[in-house]
């Protein structure tokens, strides 16, 4: 597996790990017990690059949509499922349902195309 975390991933196949040893790559110390990999390692190595990039575009869907080349719903939906994998987050907070006037402005910013609103608009 040479070390590769993803490597890793593949052959637990999403099933919950505990690493158990862990060795410093620039001294001769290795230190034994039970951690548990952050949650952030969890995710496959898309939603990683995701995420990655999210943070890089500081948050910005806008950004994200031109990054990915998707719309503004695929970019919170993506956002929704890899937010599904936190206990910590609730899907309902992580993204409260635009109102209509939010999605009317930004359909005028031409942030959104018709078909979009109109999909943010369903009940």
């Not at 949650?39 to 990655?52: E, K, N, R, W």
């Amino acid at each position: 597996m040479d070390g590769d975390w993803q490597g890793l991933l593949s052959v637990t196949r999403g099933q919950p790990f505990v690493v158990e040893r862990v060795r410093l790559a620039s001294r001769d110390i290795a230190i034994e017990g039970q951690f548990e990999p952050p949650p952030l390692a969890s995710l496959d190595a898309d939603d990683q690059v995701f995420v990655m990039a999210f943070v890089r575009c500081h948050g910005s869907i806008k950004r994200m949509e031109e990054l990915f080349g998707v719309s503004y719903p695929t970019i919170k939906n993506r956002l929704n499922r890899i937010a599904g994998h936190f206990e910590f987050v609730k899907i309902e907070e992580a993204a409260p349902r635009p109102t209509p006037d939010d999605v009317l402005s930004r359909l005028e910013r031409g942030e959104l195309n018709v078909e979009e609103a109109l999909e943010l608009l369903k009940p």
